[in-house]
């Protein structure tokens, strides 16, 4: 029995294959336009989500047995097959985005210079990617936001500090 109280504080409802549609006006507060099937099929209504949602839940075995020879069925049916070019692709992106970083790195070492606009006069790129650099950097401990904004961030390696991480970024 579904009260009241229950759904004036349970937004978001669920419902598998029920008998009647007195049953999904209860749970559900209308009927739904279609028949469910049973066998995991299903409806939902969710808060901020108008109206009903059909979808199909997971696999409901009544045995490990069954469930294991549905899998293996299942398996042999679809191959999974990867695509090599999108794993390549990732892999360039993720090493353009390193080697940018380098860079940047390079470049505020070398030149001291932590001002968001004047890193961005020097690189010729948006205000916005200079910012997501500059968060790099304090993430690794080596900038900190300065107490006057308009002089931009604070470099917190010594001279000694910025000589050995530039000889450990290399090329």
Not at 83 to 110: P, Y
Not at 123 to 128: A, G, I, M, P, Y
């Amino acid at each position: 029995m579904v009260t009241g109280l229950i759904k004036a504080n349970i937004y978001s409802r669920v419902c598998f294959a029920c008998d009647s549609g007195i049953s999904y006006r209860v749970a559900l507060d209308e009927n739904p336009s279609f028949n469910l099937l049973g066998k995991g099929d299903g409806v939902y209504r969710f808060e901020g989500i108008q109206g009903l949602h059909r979808f199909q839940g997971a696999l409901i075995a009544k045995t490990e047995e069954e469930q294991d020879k549905i899998i293996e069925t299942l398996s042999t049916h679809w191959k999974v097959k990867t695509n090599k070019e999108l794993i390549d692709l990732e892999a360039s992106k993720r090493n353009k985005k390193i080697k940018e970083l380098n860079g940047f790195k390079k470049l505020v070492l070398q030149t001291g210079e932590t001002r968001i606009t004047e890193l961005q006069k020097i690189l010729s790129v948006r205000n916005e990617k200079v910012k997501e650099l500059m968060n790099n950097l304090i993430e690794i401990g080596w900038v900190k936001q300065h107490k006057s904004r308009s002089k931009g961030f604070e470099l917190l390696l010594s001279d000694e500090e910025r000589k050995k991480a530039l000889e450990g970024i290399g090329e």
